[in-house]
């Protein structure tokens, strides 16, 4: 059964409600660096595993055309089964991950990663690669981190960077406000196809 949020997210993403909860709140970026390629077994063709700020495991099982992102050390196949939905023929995760902190604490309670979804530029009439990518999504994952719990991360919203101008802003506030209540395994996330929690 899960839970659903009294918060009505267009009413949040118009009047800048949800401004006062990230006040005093900081980031520390990281890139997908200081990875080491493992034996994917049978999550993916490929695997790497890089270390976050405090040396937290993430996972990004990988193919061709496509990418996911778990954070350990708990519950990775339940993370990987978490993504947003996404246009486009393949998949790219990042390049950064946003990891939020509250004042005076030294582990992070958020992080926020963007997924995109992107296709190569061919010719339509020679099917000749033209170079580069068209962007057709372009998400932000708002995720919940769990360090003690049988699942170490979880999603809790996603944001439609291309519609949004503000997203960065909004995804702040959002993690904020939502990460103490969130229950991972039980609440629902949220995202354009659930506006309101009741």
């Given at each position: 059964m899960r839970t659903l949020f009294g918060i009505i997210i267009t009413v949040c993403l118009t009047s800048g409600a949800l401004a006062q909860f990230a006040l005093g709140h900081r980031s520390e970026f990281t890139e997908f660096d200081n990875c080491e390629d493992r034996d994917p077994g049978d999550l993916a063709p490929y695997l790497q595993i890089c270390l976050g700020p405090q040396g937290q495991e993430i996972w990004l099982p990988y193919s061709e055309h496509s990418s996911a992102m778990a954070?350990?050390?708990?519950?990775?196949?339940?993370?990987?089964?978490?993504?947003?939905?996404?246009?486009?023929?393949?998949?790219?995760?990042?390049?950064?991950?946003?990891?939020?902190?509250?004042?005076?604490?030294?582990?992070?309670?958020?992080a926020i990663v963007r997924y995109r979804g992107l296709t190569p530029n061919y010719n339509q009439e020679t099917a000749e690669y033209m170079g580069g990518t068209t962007t057709h999504s372009n998400i932000l994952v708002i995720i919940a981190l769990r360090a003690e719990g049988p699942v170490s991360a979880c999603h809790m919203a996603y944001?439609?960077?291309?519609?949004?101008?503000?997203?960065?802003?909004?995804a702040h506030d959002l993690a904020a406000d939502l990460e103490q209540r969130f229950v991972c395994g039980e609440t629902r996330y949220l995202d354009a196809d659930h506006p309101a929690w009741d």
């Open positions: 954070i350990g050390p708990n519950g990775i196949e339940t993370q990987l089964d978490e993504r947003p939905s996404l246009a486009g023929l393949d998949m790219m995760i990042g390049p950064v991950i946003d990891w939020r902190y509250r004042p005076d604490e030294e582990e992070p309670y958020a944001i439609n960077a291309m519609e949004i101008p503000n997203a960065n802003e909004i």
